[in-house]
């Protein structure tokens, strides 16, 4: 069996994902300059057709359908290469995989999947998912598109903006909530398949935007008003609401890939350029500061690794992750960051030519900076961590933090190393902001367990202890700033007497 068959289940997966890149090494190198094509927008077709030619989204396709049957290690090993490549065609796999292709094998009907898996497997089709809506982005379960059923088929009216893929993919998972005769919404949300080829499920883009970076992929805002016949209704198991978590929780877990990739470009680029670029008469690489920007580097591509191999065991569509909050918002709260930080460093090492539209390392800032903001902003992520732990710690009856951590799942191994960090009662009224340090500091100590496992598992020894060492580093440098406790106050009109030149020769 070729590798270009539509189905590819039968190729070791080394084999299939070597050829993935080879593939968008020359679409993007070869082919394509992808400094140059990334000043403009969109995906040029023959960069999408040799990237999609060998199917790579089969991996998520279940093996009754002809595809790799979604292993979870298949598709972060996929992100990752892509990443390494293209920030933005990881993404794009990214969302057909974790926000179409497995919230639909796990909740589509049987012949909406039939009909879905062989466009994909057949014709390279692409799916994205819609929840934002401009006046509910972060609450989202107050989104106002609603539906109402005929018995024949629903009727879903609504606006919905920043999907990935606006105006590109074929299919679209669309999320409403129902109306009731009065014209009140019912508090779930239920999601449904729409078919933009189809009569009646064509979805108007009133405007594309300018998005800042991922210049690849288009965003807009689009009007819904389609008509989808009863069986496109995904079949939650419980809710809606637990089917959006299970979906989001799944995706957040999955960031790691999108991450591992990014990640270590950034630490390859800032390596070949520090070997290279020569300042006062001495090697960049030479200097102190700069071999602990490349440690830390080296450090997060650890840490996403760990995450990637902690992800691959929990992360199948087969477990319900509805209730797994902590640990995914932790992994993607904390990856994302790293993906920013990378981006910053390479920057700062190389400094103003790196200050360009062109440059892997300028692009990377803005290609990285939505993934702290989309899928739950990271402020939010982060205080949402504590507000769980603390709960837990509530019905525990536990108000030490290193006896709750300690004897935890996530936790238990990592806060050996730092007993005397966490060694205090925990104040269960603390200001959101202070929620915000807590959680920083616990999807840290989360992270250090997968670095833990990651080294039991026979990973590079010096990776793992380096990474240890600057995870031990950054969570006491958290702890401390959570244990200062005097908080500054917002001045609402601080333009009153706070004008400097008036004080000025005094
Ligand atoms: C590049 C990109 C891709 C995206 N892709 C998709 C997609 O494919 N599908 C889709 O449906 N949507 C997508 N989105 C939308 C994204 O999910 C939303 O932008 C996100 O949920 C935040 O909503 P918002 O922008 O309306 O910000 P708001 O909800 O207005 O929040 C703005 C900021 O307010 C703060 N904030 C909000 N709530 C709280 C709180 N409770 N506590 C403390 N601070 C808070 C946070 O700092 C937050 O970043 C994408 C966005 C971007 C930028």
Request: hydrophobic content about 40%; aromatic content about 8%.
């Amino acid at each position: 069996m070729g590798i270009n068959d539509s189905s590819n289940q039968a190729i070791p997966f080394d084999i299939f994902l070597e050829d993935f890149r080879l593939r968008s090494r020359h679409a993007y190198r070869v082919r394509a300059d992808i400094d140059q094509l990334s000043t403009n927008r969109g995906m040029p077709p023959f960069v999408m057709r040799e990237v999609m030619s060998g199917n790579p989204l089969s991996v998520n396709i279940p093996e009754e359908f002809g595809g790799r049957g979604g292993k979870v290690e298949e598709i972060l090993a996929l992100l990752s290469a892509a990443s390494y490549e293209s920030l933005a065609l990881s993404l794009t796999l990214g969302i057909n995989s974790a926000l179409f292709l497995q919230p639909l094998a796990k909740y589509g009907t049987a012949e909406t999947k039939a009909m879905v898996f062989d466009r994909f497997m057949k014709a390279q089709n692409m799916g994205g998912l819609m929840i934002t809506e401009p006046g509910h982005g972060s609450d989202a379960l107050n989104m106002q598109t609603s539906f109402t059923s005929s018995g024949e088929s629903y009727n879903i009216q609504g606006t919905k903006h920043w999907a990935g893929l606006t105006g590109w993919a074929d299919f679209w998972l669309l999320t409403a909530r129902e109306q009731m005769k009065n014209g009140d919404l019912k508090r779930d949300i239920d999601f449904f398949l729409c078919d933009v080829n189809q009569q009646g499920q064509q979805i108007v883009v009133e405007e594309f935007f300018d998005n800042l970076g991922l210049y690849q992929i288009p965003y807009g805002r689009n009007k819904i008003d389609v008509e989808v016949p009863l069986m496109y209704r995904l079949q939650p198991h419980s809710t809606g609401i637990k089917l959006l978590l299970d979906l989001l929780h799944r995706s957040r877990l999955q960031f790691p890939g999108m991450a591992l990739g990014f990640i270590q470009r950034m630490l390859d680029e800032a390596l070949a350029h520090t070997r290279d670029r020569s300042v006062s008469g001495k090697n960049l690489v030479s200097y102190d500061q700069v071999q602990y920007r490349l440690t830390e580097l080296q450090s997060s591509y650890t840490i996403a690794s760990a995450m990637c191999a902690s992800s691959s065991e929990k992360a199948g569509i087969e477990n319900d992750l509805s209730s797994s909050g902590v640990e995914a918002n932790a992994v993607k709260s904390y990856v994302t960051d790293l993906m920013q930080n990378a981006a910053q460093s390479l920057v700062q090492l190389v400094g103003a030519k790196a200050y360009r539209l062109s440059h892997i390392g300028g692009r990377g800032i803005t290609d990285s900076r939505p993934f702290q903001i989309f899928e739950g902003s990271n402020d939010m992520l982060y205080s949402q961590i504590s507000d769980a732990v603390v709960k837990q710690m509530k019905q525990a009856k536990e108000s030490n933090l290193y006896q709750f951590l300690s004897s935890n799942d996530l936790t238990g191994k990592a806060t050996g190393f730092m007993k005397e960090l966490l060694d205090f009662d925990l104040n269960f009224e603390l200001p959101q902001r202070k929620m915000v340090e807590l959680g920083q500091a616990l999807s840290r100590i989360i992270s250090m367990e997968k670095v833990l496992d990651l080294g039991e598992k026979g990973f590079r020894k010096d990776l793992i202890e380096n990474s240890l060492l600057s995870l031990r580093k950054e969570i006491s440098a958290l702890v401390g700033q959570f244990n200062f406790n005097e908080q500054a106050k917002l001045i609402e009109d601080y333009q009153v007497n706070s004008t400097w030149y008036k004080l000025a020769n005094r």
